[in-house]
């Protein structure tokens, strides 16, 4: 999936033959809203997401969810959005499916807020749970790189299809993309099944299991 510049659209047009206002932001030596994102420190950062209005979500959800765990986890788990309980509560994975989330955590000696930090891709709940959409995630995905990059986790767990697809640029089915280590940001990417889907599709339970002991080993292989 091709990941737009959105925030390049909302430069002011100009009409045909009037003078332009010169190349580029950064030729011009300004700053780009990526650039200033990517130079923010946490509590900046957290700031500036929950004062974000940049794209269309936030006129229709209740409040921004940042995400939950502490700034030097080890483990980074990567979902879609934020639904209903998360957009209520203000923290990812919260509803039936962040229960299974937590249990598959316990399973590997891992706890939310301790050495796993949960994010989503998007921080603001799509109306209606409906998928997010691209200039949506484009005007979200600096957050998240910016979280990766302050938080420096040894591994990205991504969560389900949206995330897995989004944070890979790839339209590739998760089961031909697990069981190997990719890379985001630089940092490397095991993928899984979300846990949402996890719970309407039991037997799957084991693949995801398989999963979590591959990206343990990977974790354990870095040293
Ligand atoms: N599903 C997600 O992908 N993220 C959440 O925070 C909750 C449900």
């Known amino acids: 999936m091709g990941l737009s510049p959105v925030w390049r659209l909302r430069r002011p047009a100009v009409a045909p033959g009037q003078a332009?206002?010169?190349?580029?932001?950064q030729e011009r030596g300004e700053a780009t809203r990526d650039g200033v994102?990517?130079?923010?420190?946490?509590?900046?950062?957290k700031s500036r997401v929950a004062n974000c209005t940049d794209c269309k979500l936030r006129a229709?959800?209740?409040q921004t969810v940042f995400g939950v765990g502490g700034e030097r986890a080890q483990w980074m788990l990567?979902?879609?959005?934020p639904g209903a309980d998360e957009d209520r509560l203000g923290e990812p994975f919260v509803g039936q499916a962040g229960k299974l989330l937590d249990n598959m955590l316990a399973a590997i000696g891992l706890r939310r807020g301790e050495n796993a930090y949960i994010a989503n891709v998007l921080k603001c709940r799509p109306p209606g749970n409906r998928n997010p959409e691209p200039d949506e995630v484009a005007a979200c995905s600096p957050y998240l790189r910016r979280q990766i990059a302050v938080i420096q986790p040894k591994l990205i767990l991504a969560l389900g299809r949206f995330a897995v697809q989004t944070l890979l640029e790839t339209d590739a089915s998760i089961g031909s993309l697990r069981g190997r280590t990719h890379s985001y940001a630089g940092v490397p990417l095991v993928v899984t099944y979300h846990p949402a889907y996890l719970l309407r599709n039991p037997p799957?339970?084991?693949?995801?299991?398989?999963?979590?002991?591959?990206?343990?080993?990977t974790v354990a292989s870095l040293g």
Do not use: H, N, V
Request: overall charge negative.
């Open 37 to 45: 994102i990517s130079s923010l420190g946490w509590d900046a950062l």
């Open 204 to 217: 799957d339970k084991a693949k995801a299991w398989a999963d979590l002991r591959f990206a343990m080993q």
């Open 78 to 81: 990567i979902g879609e959005a």
């Open 20 to 25: 332009s206002d010169g190349p580029d932001p």
């Open 60 to 62: 229709g959800c209740t």
